[in-house]
């Protein structure tokens, strides 16, 4: 028995559904924008806040909020160990990060408030900031954490979150 095929339309596309559509998970070229708008904004903590308010809905923040986090506690991402990746290159590692903040008060605290800041823009972020939180309070924590003087940072940082 000869079946006949059924007829199809010429010129017709296959529309593929957005839900089935995904986004490449890209935390260097996140690290790479965010670095450089960190760099360039100087060293008022002020214009730091507004590069990171502004940059949220351009950025994914909830997609690579550990990335956020590591790179504005440590300066850059962090490997499984608690190293820096950022293989000797300054452009992909920032100085307005936590560790390289003097261990005054008031500088701390200044720190507190960009975060404080960001939390508040961006609800989501709250529970990535309290995971990066636990992770640098850990009792074994990574060496890079207790090499840049945490301990001394973390309580004037905490209680202003």
Same mark, same amino acid.
Not at 113 to 118: M, S, T
């Given at each position: 028995?000869?079946?006949?095929?059924?007829?199809? =339309?010429?010129?017709?596309?296959?529309?593929?559904?957005?839900? @089935?559509?995904?986004? !490449?998970?890209?935390?260097? $070229? #996140?690290?790479?924008?965010?670095?450089?708008?960190?760099?360039?904004?100087?060293?008022?903590?002020?214009?730091?806040?507004?590069?990171?308010?502004?940059?949220?809905?351009?950025?994914?923040?909830?997609?690579?909020?550990?990335?956020?986090?590591?790179?504005?506690?440590?300066?850059?991402? =962090?490997?499984?160990?608690?190293?820096?990746?950022?293989?000797? @290159?300054?452009?992909? !590692?920032?100085?307005?990060? $936590? #560790?390289?903040?003097?261990?005054?008060?008031?500088?701390?605290?200044?720190?507190?408030?960009?975060?404080?800041?960001?939390?508040?823009?961006?609800?989501?972020?709250?529970?990535?900031?309290?995971?990066?939180?636990?992770?640098?309070?850990?009792?074994?924590?990574?060496?890079?954490?207790?090499?840049?003087?945490?301990?001394?940072?973390?309580?004037?940082?905490?209680?202003?979150?």
């Amino acid at each position: 028995m000869n079946k006949h095929q059924k007829p199809v =339309l010429t010129g017709q596309r296959f529309k593929t559904r957005k839900r @089935d559509e995904k986004e !490449k998970f890209e935390p260097t $070229v #996140f690290r790479d924008t965010l670095v450089q708008g960190l760099n360039e904004a100087g060293d008022d903590l002020e214009a730091v806040a507004k590069f990171l308010d502004s940059t949220g809905s351009r950025l994914d923040y909830r997609r690579y909020a550990d990335t956020l986090f590591d790179i504005l506690v440590a300066g850059s991402m =962090l490997a499984p160990g608690g190293t820096r990746i950022d293989d000797g @290159d300054k452009t992909k !590692k920032t100085n307005h990060c $936590v #560790f390289s903040a003097n261990e005054d008060h008031e500088t701390i605290r200044n720190y507190a408030q960009v975060f404080n800041k960001l939390i508040r823009r961006y609800k989501y972020l709250e529970k990535a900031f309290e995971d990066e939180m636990k992770k640098a309070l850990r009792p074994h924590s990574p060496s890079s954490f207790l090499k840049h003087g945490w301990q001394k940072k973390m309580p004037t940082l905490l209680p202003r979150l």
